[in-house]
RNA sequence: GGGGGCUUGGUGAAGUGGUAUCACGGAUCUCUCCAAAAGAUCAGUCGUGGGUUCGAUUCCUACAGCCCCUG
């Protein structure tokens, strides 16, 4: 049998973290983030990084928090983005030594790209962005684009829509790269897992509350001075500081728009981001949508005990 | 009492004699290396009634509501 995987998704200011905690106590596990910020240093206040701190275990680093492991986790440099291959990679890397432990893994993040990369086991082309030849492609008009496209990878170009110009892009630097078609690439592995997948779900004003609250409390927490420094140290073109939080409050620094209006930003383009999330985990019809944590504790553990 | 103006999706605005545009908001959706990203779709009987016209949201008219000026 499959080793055993718990995934937890949902929407930002869901409430994933405090759930996950409560789950990696009860059954001895240990956390990996499939969050596309928390992933980074110096970002803790904007990601709602778990506050922790970072220990030995022998000759590895571990950060901990409330008493639980978690893994990648305010560990990257944002100078040196993580693309999704790598994501998988760590990712894959750290259950494995979760397991060899004798511990329970627990996926918990609301990136499903990375969430599905690893459950789904995606084989990612393995081609690296190229930002010379994004450049370049950058340049021709999305009509042009999307003929040499067609050209190329018709099955690709009949998938997505003529104006997406970031896909198309994409296709076309791995059909450069590769010699074949985009499409073809696209392929899933055998699940390396057998998975439980759990979404926390709250009603849609209950969860604008919750992330009007959140935001104000991270001003407070000095959300602002966070990213005054994260702009200082890795200009506002870096790819990491088009976080929410930080991009929009990084217009306000660079005097661009007043702060009042950058902080309604914030709570707007967060609650648009967290419908962008519901969309997305709402089609896996593999994931149990719970009201409780305690609904949470009886699955995980059925699950745990079932061995077929 | 007299004069003038306004009335377009939830909000704020644009516009045209041939069923309407934008921003914000809302709903739905796509997604295999920028993903907290990128992109797609849907929603208005253009205040109400009448008239002119092949055809009116657009012109005329009455009414209603709101606003401004004036006595």
């Not at 200011?13 to 499939?34: H, N, P, T, Y």
Request: aromatic residues 6%; glycine residues 8%; without cysteine.
């Amino acid at each position: 049998m499959k080793p055993k995987l718990v995934v937890i998704v949902g929407p930002t200011a869901s409430g994933k973290s405090d759930l996950a905690i409560a789950v990696a106590k009860k059954f001895g596990g240990e956390i990996i983030s499939a969050d596309s910020r928390q992933l980074y240093r110096g970002l803790e206040i904007g990601a709602a990084i778990e506050p922790g701190r970072w220990t030995k275990r022998g000759a590895k680093r571990v950060y901990a928090a409330r008493g639980v492991a978690h893994h990648l986790t305010a560990f990257r440099s944002p100078a040196k983005p993580l693309t999704a291959a790598e994501y998988k990679k760590s990712a894959l890397s750290a259950i494995g030594d979760i397991l060899k432990r004798g511990k329970l893994p627990i996926l918990v993040g609301g990136t499903g790209l990375y969430v599905n990369a690893v459950v789904d086991n995606f084989s990612i082309p393995e081609v690296a962005p190229d930002p010379a030849l994004r450049q370049r492609l950058e340049k021709l008009s999305s009509p042009a684009l999307y003929a040499r496209l067609q050209k190329k990878d018709p099955i690709y170009a009949a998938k997505i829509p003529p104006q997406n110009r970031r896909y198309m892009i994409r296709a076309l630097e791995v059909i450069q790269t590769t010699g074949r078609p985009f499409s073809e690439l696209q392929k899933k592995g055998e699940p390396l897992f057998t998975t439980l997948l759990l979404g926390v779900e709250r009603p849609r004003v209950e969860l604008y509350r919750r992330i009007e609250r959140r935001v104000d409390a991270m001003m407070k927490r000095g959300l602002l001075q966070e990213a005054k420094k994260l702009g200082r140290l890795y200009g506002w073109s870096n790819q990491v500081l088009s976080s929410l939080g930080h991009r929009q409050l990084g217009l306000a620094l660079q005097g661009k728009i007043p702060l009042e209006e950058a902080v309604l930003m914030v709570k707007r383009d967060t609650r648009r981001y967290a419908k962008r999330q519901m969309g997305w985990f709402r089609r896996d019809a593999r994931i149990i949508w719970l009201k409780s944590s305690q609904e949470a504790e009886k699955l995980v553990k059925r699950f745990l005990v079932n061995t077929e």
